[in-house]
């Protein structure tokens, strides 16, 4: 284990697994972050999980931003290879700045505050998005998921679509979605 940056606030943690691979994790001491410099170029995650933090200046090497004040994505642009981005437990709204994350198989946007469902479709690798305690009210929103063709598992739980009409919610999210296999976190076949 090799240990850099400490005295930055940023703390690299890089470890050696048995198949040969190099696993990084970055976590990040201070709130203040202004400048990224400090992180080394090798990461492609970093650890910002419960620290509040309110804005990052360049996100473009980075996936993993969950449990933070963040309210808008930025910097997300020239991730052309991103397959996973977590992004839960946010202040997001709206799902903008993705339109090149066309590589994309998993979004975690739960516990935000997103109501539109729009700009997703050029997701046609996404395989799984979670969406659970959100604000989407429409079924129309929830419409617009069915254009996404790998799409096999959905979390829509604790938005009003689901609070008002629990009974229903299950068959028309299946009627919505016909090639979901998964639903919150109960088969659908």
């Known amino acids: 284990m090799d240990r850099n940056n400490q005295n930055s606030g940023v703390e690299s943690e890089i470890n050696g697994t048995a198949n040969g691979e190099v696993e990084c994790n970055t ?12 992180v080394p170029n090798t990461e492609t995650s970093i650890d910002l999980n419960q620290m509040r933090v309110d804005s990052i200046p360049d996100l473009s090497r980075f996936n993993d931003l969950q449990a933070n004040r963040l309210t808008k994505l930025e910097g997300l642009e020239n ?37 539109c469902l729009d700009n997703l479709e050029h997701l046609q690798e996404l395989e799984d998005i979670w969406l659970n305690n959100n604000k989407i009210s429409s079924w129309l929103e929830v419409d617009k998921l ?3 063709k790998s799409l096999q598992t959905v979390y829509l739980e604790h938005n009003p679509i689901y609070n008002e009409g629990c009974a229903n ?8 979605l016909p090639q979901i296999q998964q639903l919150d976190a109960t088969i659908c076949r």
């Open 146 to 148: 069915s254009k996404l």
């Open 27 to 38: 976590n990040v001491q201070s709130r203040n972050l202004f400048d990224l410099s400090d």
């Open 79 to 115: 991730l052309k290879e991103l397959e996973q981005l977590h992004i839960n437990d946010q202040g997001i709204e709206y799902l903008n700045g993705i339109e090149n994350q066309v590589k994309l198989q998993v979004l975690d946007a739960a516990g935000n505050s997103i109501s």
């Open 169 to 176: 919610y299950r068959r028309k999210a299946i009627l919505a």
